[in-house]
Nanobody, 117 residues
Framework: QVQLVESGGGLVQAGESLRLSCAAS????????MGWARQAPGQQPQLVAT???????NYADSQKGRFTIPSDRTSNTWALQMNSLKPEDTAVYYC???????????WGQGAQVTVSS
């Protein structure tokens, strides 16, 4: 059974940086995509950053240039480096992975990120 656990959320001021980390356990070697999504109050969940096992990344337009998935990832750990944070980045951030064979999506429990102005 795959489990994803986030860490690193918190309260920061606008312009500051924050790093979230995800640790996966279980059958991690069948992931086709790993990454991060977020859900702000009253809004639909949004994928903000994804990476393939080969290292191809994709970022939502509003996060390009500010959010990255650092290269120090492993097969079962990855992070989200968030720079120049804005109040509109306030959301619950979820670690995410998709199994290549079953196409099942896995989600972490969520980490609150609050950016004050």
């Amino acid at each position: 059974q795959v489990q994803l656990v986030e860490s690193g959320g918190g309260l920061v001021q606008a312009g500051e940086s924050l790093r979230l980390s995800c640790a996966a356990s279980g059958n991690v070697f069948s992931f086709s995509i790993m990454g991060w999504a977020r859900q702000a109050p009253g809004q639909q969940p949004q994928l903000v950053a994804t990476i393939t096992p080969g290292g191809s990344t994709n970022y939502a337009d509003s996060q390009k240039g500010r959010f990255t998935i650092p290269s120090d990832r492993t097969s079962n750990t990855w992070a989200l480096q968030m720079n120049s944070l804005k109040p509109e980045d306030t959301a619950v951030y979820y670690c995410y992975a998709k199994d290549a064979y079953s196409q099942k999506d896995y989600w972490g429990q969520g980490a609150q990120v609050t950016v004050s102005s």
